[in-house]
T-cell receptor, first 109, second 115 residues
């Protein structure tokens, strides 16, 4: 099985940077995903890491260290619309996703 | 319609009712999933279908019964539910395992309340 931990809540100011950490302990690893979920809406795919290192996509970047069982999602130049829940998910070798409980990010003006 | 759609968006039912949730994907995917999302808890995988065949039943109580008539449609039949089954039920779809990143695309969910 998978054990995935991420902080429950984070607050940051518009224009700032926030880093959401995710640690995992898994019985098999086949990729790590980050999803964004606005209240009352579907989770939407943000990023995918399967090799160690940093993946950058505009204002969002995601990092993975497989040896440490660690990932982070970096949100730069925060905007009010970035207020949402961010879900870390680990895929196992059977292609099943296990999710963390999510980190609620609140962006303040 | 595009993406993954779910109906109804909200459902209130009594413990003796029978109802069904519907999911439809317009992405040409081969795999479909049901998840349960409760407040402050991780998404819980309930069922997985690949090419209409159920490949995963994650120890879900028999009062939840899935049906996948084809690769585009997925149902979750509900009967004699308990109040603790109240949650957001999310449907997702994806390509088969041999298709790259293979991220899952989610529908907006059905908010279920069991009285």
């Amino acid at each position: 099985g998978q054990n995935i931990d991420q902080p429950t809540e984070m607050t940051a100011t518009e224009g700032a940077i926030v880093q959401i950490n995710c640690t995992y302990q898994t019985s098999g690893f086949n990729g790590l995903f980050w999803y964004q979920q606005h209240a009352g809406e579907a989770p939407t795919f943000l990023s995918y890491n399967v090799l160690d290192g940093l993946e950058e996509k505009g204002r969002f970047s995601s990092f993975l260290s497989r040896s440490k069982g660690y990932s982070y999602l970096l949100l730069k130049e925060l905007q009010m619309k970035d207020s949402a829940s961010y879900l870390c998910a680990v895929r196992d070798e059977d292609y099943k996703l296990s999710f963390g409980a999510g980190t609620t990010v609140t962006v303040r003006a | 319609e595009t993406g993954v759609t779910q109906t109804p968006r909200h459902l209130v039912m009594g413990m003796t009712n029978k109802k069904s949730l519907k999911c439809e994907q317009h992405l040409g995917h081969n795999a479909m999933y049901w998840y349960k999302q409760s407040a402050k808890k991780p998404l819980e995988l309930m069922f997985v279908y690949n090419f209409k065949e159920q490949t995963e039943n994650n120890s879900v109580p028999s009062r939840f019964s899935p049906e996948c008539p084809n690769s585009s449609h997925l149902f979750l039949h509900l009967h004699t539910l308990q109040p603790e089954d109240s949650a957001l039920y999310l449907c997702a779809s994806s390509h088969g395992p041999d298709r790259g990143v293979n991220e899952q695309f989610f529908g907006p969910g059905t908010r279920l309340t069991v009285l």
